[in-house]
């Protein structure tokens, strides 16, 4: 983690020009510092990402937009972090919030069977009310006193997730973060879509990234490198586990994840069953009875 970034929770931190950060004050293991809550512009805003239903970072949004307008209120995604506030800052400002669908849009066929069955468990801070006033295409244009944003779907941490390019940077979420990787569950994560959201990313030439939780990254080529290195990492751990013996998801956790915190496991968990339903996908695995998260995973018969 870049310990030189420190902003304080309420207080607006100018990033660059036409860029202001308010942090939201809700720090915790998934969240590092808390969520970053962006304004873009100078005379007209642009609000990304308004964060948690809470009072005080509602009050402090207030301060840093000082009555000026706002145009849009864009969602790169539809978890309890970062979505909630959205509807009592679109009721001050009018401004439309803008999202490319419900906590359910995007889904992959394979994870909206699995949520159907009821095999994926998952749902981990999903914003189960959260329904946009406008919805956002992949790569469509949105223009203003502030510029072109282009709004690039980027499915993987949940199906709805947004990436917001502008000028020479790119607004990530939780998709890209320099302080950890992406949780993946399913049926809300999906890591075939992950990993071909990171690829898709390397085709956008930004120079910095601003995620949805701790500090820019200042050299987002290698930070994509590293995301798709370290979920390949895992899948060749996950396969020589199942090398060994037939597992399920929770023997493969316990057998790579040796090192994790305690209150981390159930996340290292759910990040080893995306794995398991991405290999399966592609013919690696097999499961049994079913693909599921109690099911016993064993590699393919060639």
């Known amino acids: 983690m870049n310990t030189q970034f420190a902003p304080l929770a309420g207080q607006p931190l100018k990033l660059g020009d036409d860029v202001t950060l308010v942090l939201a004050p809700n720090p915790s293991p998934m969240t590092s510092l808390g969520t970053n809550t962006y304004l873009l512009g100078h005379q007209a805003l642009v609000v990304i990402d308004p964060g948690p239903a809470d009072p005080a970072h ?4 207030e301060r840093a937009i000082a009555g000026r307008p706002v145009s849009h209120i864009l969602l790169t995604h539809s978890h309890l972090d970062h979505s909630p506030l959205a509807a009592a800052l679109s009721a001050r400002t009018k401004a439309p919030v803008c999202a490319f669908g419900n906590s359910y849009a995007g889904r992959s066929k394979v994870m909206a069977e699995l949520a159907q069955d009821g095999l994926a468990g998952g749902g981990e801070g999903i914003d189960p009310r959260f329904e946009p006033d406008q919805l956002l295409k992949d790569r469509q244009v949105l223009s203003g006193d502030w510029g072109q944003i282009t709004a ?14 502008w000028r020479d940077v790119m607004f990530t979420g939780d998709h890209v973060m320099g302080w950890a990787s992406s949780l993946v569950s399913p049926p809300d994560g999906d890591l075939s879509d992950f990993m071909a959201s990171c690829i898709r990313l390397k085709e956008h030439a930004a120079h910095l990234y ?35 013996r ?24 759910r990040n080893v069953f995306a ?15 079913r693909l599921g998260t109690t099911a016993t995973f064993a590699l393919a018969q060639p």
């Open 275 to 289: 794995h398991l339903v991405d290999l399966h996908q592609r013919g690696k695995v097999a499961a049994k009875p």
């Open 152 to 165: 690039i779907h980027t499915p993987g941490h949940i199906g709805n997730h947004l990436c917001f390019a």
């Open 210 to 244: 601003y995620p949805g939780h701790g500090a820019p990254i200042t050299d987002p080529a290698a930070r994509l490198e590293w995301l798709i290195t370290h979920r390949q990492s895992r899948e060749a751990q996950i396969l020589n586990a199942l090398a060994q």
């Open 246 to 269: 037939p597992q399920t998801p929770s023997d493969i956790t316990a057998l790579i994840y040796h090192d994790v915190a305690p209150g981390l496991i159930h996340a290292a968990e």
């Open 58 to 61: 509602l009050q402090a949004l």
